[in-house]
Nanobody, 128 residues
Framework: QVQLVESGGGLVQAGDSLRLSCAASGRTFRSSTMGWFRQAPGKERDFVSTINWSGDFTKYADSVKGRFTISRDNAKNTVYLQMNNLKPEDTAVYYC?????????????????????WGQGTQVTVSS
């Protein structure tokens, strides 16, 4: 299992940028597929992005493609989500997740149930 702690959320205006960080501990981090999900009030937890163990391959939800960038630094046991040109509809709690059971190439990589470990979440609020 991997322990995950997100940070970097906050209140910003539309068009601004934020960078979320996810600090991981645990032996399996460097071999884990990492993902970012988000959940708005009253809605399901939605896929945002995922990255493979080496950082060479990524996948994005259509709604964030071209605006968000996922990356990882295995030396620092950290995954990042750079969010640019934020929109009010990006407002949600953002969760970091780790999986040893899926890859970014698998269709189920966008499904929350494919991930074994979750952080506590960090709030992102974008005002118009």
């Amino acid at each position: 299992q991997v322990q995950l702690v997100e940070s970097g959320g906050g209140l910003v205006q539309a068009g601004d940028s934020l960078r979320l960080s996810c600090a991981a501990s645990g032996r399996t981090f460097r071999s884990s597929t990492m993902g970012w999900f988000r959940q708005a009030p009253g809605k399901e937890r939605d896929f945002v992005s995922t990255i493979n163990w080496s950082g060479d391959f990524t996948k994005y939800a259509d709604s964030v493609k071209g605006r968000f960038t996922i990356s990882r630094d295995n030396a620092k046991n950290t995954v990042y989500l750079q969010m640019n040109n934020l929109k009010p509809e990006d407002t949600a709690v953002y969760y970091c997740a780790a999986s040893t059971r899926t890859t970014v190439f698998a269709g189920v990589a966008v499904v929350p149930g494919s991930y074994d470990s979750w952080g506590q979440g960090t709030q992102v609020t974008v005002s118009s």
